[in-house]
């Protein structure tokens, strides 16, 4: 593969990346929520879930998708169902803390933030679908197919990883700053309110 070739392969990841999706918005509402403890097992559940999705989507059930309505909907319905739950979870946790009553939450433990950010990002049918169409774009037919989608596959994951990092990291930093139980409600409520949008729109998403 040509460094031209690789170099635009990075900018339009770059460029797919930063706008947020399902996984950043779970990224950053718990990043707020938890603070730098939540940090590394979020990037490292981003980068697993990116890399599942890769995987399956070189196996074929990308393809799959892209060609079945009945297993893209099977799909998005698991993904997007998940979504919503997540993010009606954050609603409520946000109206409990406003109540007068409401019990300090307890906190949520590394694994379990590293499993529900993982199912996010692997889930989402559209990310799959999204690898079959994507990486085909950037293999030259002269060259090693399998080592061009190894490189672009690893390229993927990197910057994927860094950029959940970057939006970790800014929102650990705002939790520190903003931890009063006013902001730490309406941190859940914004959050539970973009997950649970993340999710009908997944609900409601078609292949193209």
Known sequence: MSLEHWLAFVAASAVLLVIPGPTILSVISYSLAHGRRARWPLVAAVALGDSTALCVS???????????????????????????????????????????????????????????????????????????AFLPQFIQPAADTSGQLGLLAATFVALATLNASLYAWFAGAASRWLASPRASRGFHLAGGSLLSAAGVWALLARRA
């Open 58 to 132: 070189l196996l074929g059930l990308g393809a799959l998708l892209a060609a079945s309505a009945f297993w893209f909907t099977v799909v998005k319905w698991i993904g997007g169902g998940y979504l919503l739950y997540l993010g009606i979870r954050m609603l409520r946790a946000g109206a409990a803390e406003g109540s007068p009553q409401a019990a300090p939450a307890a906190p949520v433990s590394r694994w379990k933030l590293f499993a529900n950010t993982w199912l996010v990002t692997a889930l989402n049918p559209k990310g799959i679908v999204f690898f079959v």
